[in-house]
């Protein structure tokens, strides 16, 4: 059996802010953006080379879901941004202005430094160790 995570929904205010944040400072890939109704959108975006997942843009529709915008872990990392060359990724990301809340240390693991979304939802990214290139 192979399954895989093809999507991982993001709540957001608004649609447009969020694929400019995506695209134009984290360099992502604007997949899909189909119109489902005059308030709903199929929004796909991923990282330049991600083969399987993506991020589902889903703008928040009642006063539960906009309470999450930017906190949906609680607080903790949300999620992990992997690079093939953390130093590149990390300087064109502090050109372009994202915020930083963890700057770079280097574990076992990788070299990783947290920095927060537009909405302050904090990620990770990565440049995976030797040993760990294929995960």
Same mark, same amino acid.
């Given at each position: 059996m192979k399954q895989h995570i093809a999507s991982i929904a993001l709540v957001v205010k608004e649609y447009d802010e969020a694929?400019? !944040?995506y695209v134009n400072?984290? $360099? @992502?890939?604007? &997949?899909?953006d189909t119109k489902l109704s005059e308030t709903k959108r199929w929004v796909m975006l991923a990282p330049p080379g991600a083969k399987e997942c993506c991020l589902l843009? +889903?703008?928040? +529709? *009642?006063e539960k879901q906009e309470a999450s915008i /930017? $906190?949906? =872990? /609680?607080?903790r990392v949300f999620l @992990? &941004? @992997? =690079? *093939?060359n953390f130093d590149r990724d990390f300087a064109n990301m502090k050109a372009k202005g994202i915020? @930083?809340?963890?700057?770079p240390v280097v574990f076992e693991y990788g070299k990783v430094a947290? !920095?927060? *979304? &537009?909405?302050?939802n904090l990620w *990770?990214?990565?440049e995976p160790s030797d040993q760990n290139k294929n995960l």
């Open positions: 694929i400019d !944040f400072k984290l $360099n @992502f890939v604007l &997949l899909e843009l +889903a703008r928040a +529709a *009642d /930017g $906190n949906q =872990t /609680g607080g @992990f &941004l @992997f =690079t *093939d915020e @930083f809340v963890r700057e947290v !920095f927060k *979304d &537009l909405y302050g *990770d990214i990565i």
